[in-house]
T-cell receptor
Framework: EAGVTQFPSHSVIEKGQTVTLRCDPI?????LYWYRRVMGKEIKFLLH????????ESGMPNNRFLAERTGGTYSTLKVQPAELEDSGVYFC?????????????FGPGTRLTVT | DAKTTQPPSMDCAEGRAANLPCNHS???????VYWYRQIHSQGPQYIIH???NNETNEMASLIITEDRKSSTLILPHATLRDTAVYYC???????????FGDGTTLTVKP
């Protein structure tokens, strides 16, 4: 079974440009999460999808970040326009729906560098 | 989510047991204790979880105190590949977000 995949693995863009990160969750996982680690600090939650709906977006830092999950499969996270402080590693995770316990499986992350 | 406290770093000799403590004194009755680890440049990896009973799987054992205010992750025979940052997370099971703290950097030495 394929794990959570993320694309690209590394992106280098200039300040003011736009970048779109993609996450493909494990097949059949309705829950999809975005996290990020910036400036070497702790991993912070960004938002949570249940299928195509945003369940919790309390961690989104500002309106330069837009997450979508059309069709309830893969998700994209767009940063427009990118700022220097957006540099970091963006992780995606997915988990099943239903039952009493959910393991969150994480992808390898996308390293974003804004110059 | 309940706040957790972990030591910033620990060393362990290869082949010995690694015991990683975590304090979660404000844990609620419906919250589980989860452990994840992050090996350099990889995404966090689930290790184990528990509610109040001790748990064991192929990777580790989890010991939770009777009052549930603290727990210990045990790697019975640490290898060099177990060098990573270990995160103790407390959250309810209803698919909520995980709140990562600073974790414990475990260094396994030959």
């Amino acid at each position: 079974e394929a794990g959570v995949t993320q694309f690209p693995s590394h992106s280098v863009i200039e300040k003011g440009q736009t970048v779109t990160l993609r996450c493909d969750p494990i097949s059949g996982h309705d829950n999809l999460y975005w996290y990020r680690r910036v400036m070497g600090k702790e991993i912070k939650f960004l938002l949570h999808f249940v299928k195509e709906s945003k369940q919790d977006e309390s961690g989104m830092p500002n309106n330069r970040f837009l997450a979508e999950r059309t069709g309830g499969t893969y998700s994209t996270l767009k940063v427009q326009p990118a700022e220097l402080e957006d540099s970091g590693v963006y992780f995606c995770a997915s988990s099943q729906m239903g039952g009493s316990f959910y393991e969150q499986y994480f992808g390898p992350g996308t390293r974003l560098t804004v110059t | 989510d309940a706040k957790t406290t972990q030591p910033p770093s620990m060393d362990c000799a290869e082949g010995r047991a690694a015991n990683l403590p975590c304090n979660h004194s404000t844990i609620s009755g419906n919250e589980y204790v989860y452990w994840y680890r992050q090996i350099h440049s990889q995404g966090p990896q689930y290790i184990i979880h528990g509610l109040k009973n001790n748990e064991t799987n192929e990777m580790a054992s989890l010991i939770i105190t009777e009052d549930r205010k603290s727990s210990t992750l045990i790697l019975p025979h640490a290898t060099l590949r177990d060098t990573a940052v270990y995160y103790c997370i407390v959250r309810a099971t209803n698919a909520g977000k995980s709140t990562f703290g600073d974790g414990t950097t475990l260094t396994v030495k030959p």
